[in-house]
């Protein structure tokens, strides 16, 4: 998974409760994002990041805030989870040639259930 | 709305078969197309990836066809193997802006 860790992997809550999922990596890569699955959705950009301090919405934005303090790490928070927000959420890598960033490397995953 | 179509959503083959998994996009800024490939309880992984000038590309087993003027393209599995099983998934991006657009994805399953 490319240097990428999330944590938790697996994570059950309640509506109404705030919810921090952690991606960190290894690569020193400039670019981060967070991606939601869902079943006849494929995977859809909530927000990401083009370096420190620096985030931008993405898809499906409404309900999550991200934060970028350091290079390695990209948190996503959910202020008070519901139900909708059910998902397996994953974190992606990439890095920039000439401004361009194709590749993305994503990591292994959070599985999040709000009851 | 889907700028990214995905067909079909599942598909089962038989062991040498050749799986095609067909994609069609709307936005013609779309300058890189990859294919990620998906086991369970893992996340997507590069298999393949084309560019809007190129109508073919191969990488082993697996090609993808492009048809620039449809906005189509497509990703066929050679000589299909049960290890293939897994989510495909098609894609597109606008290159200097980092967002992928997914389409829904097929899961396929080759079956010995």
């Known amino acids: 998974d490319a240097g990428i860790t999330q944590s938790p992997r697996h994570k059950v809550t309640e509506t109404g409760t705030p919810v921090t999922l952690r991606c960190h990596q290894t690569?020193?890569?400039?670019?981060m994002y967070w991606y939601r699955q869902d079943p006849g959705h494929g995977l859809r950009l909530i927000h990401y990041?083009?370096?420190?301090?620096?985030?931008d919405k993405g898809e499906v934005s409404d309900g999550y805030s991200v934060s970028r303090s350091k290079t390695e790490d990209f948190l996503l928070t959910l202020e008070s989870a519901t139900s909708s927000q059910t998902s397996v959420y994953f974190c992606?890598?990439?890095?920039?040639?000439?401004?361009?960033?194709?590749?993305?490397?994503f990591g292994p995953g959070t599985r999040l259930l709000v009851l | 709305q889907q700028q990214v179509k995905q067909s079909p959503q599942s598909l089962i083959v038989q062991k040498g078969g050749i799986p095609i998994i067909n994609c069609a996009y709307e936005n013609t800024a779309f300058d890189y197309f990859p294919w990620y490939q998906q086991f369970p309880g893992k996340g997507p992984a590069l298999l393949i990836a084309i560019r809007p000038d190129v109508s073919e590309k191969k990488e082993g087993r697996f090609t993808i066809s492009f048809n620039k003027s449809a906005k189509q393209f497509s990703l066929h599995i050679m000589d299909s193997q049960p290890g293939d099983s897994a989510t495909y998934f098609c894609?597109?991006?606008?290159?200097?802006?980092?967002?992928?657009?997914f389409g829904q994805g097929t899961t396929l399953q080759v079956k010995p």
């Open positions: 990041s083009y370096g420190v301090k620096d985030t």
């Open positions: 894609a597109a991006i606008i290159s200097n802006t980092g967002k992928l657009i």
């Open positions: 690569e020193n890569h400039r670019y």
């Open positions: 992606a890598i990439s890095e920039s040639n000439m401004g361009i960033q194709e590749t993305q490397y």
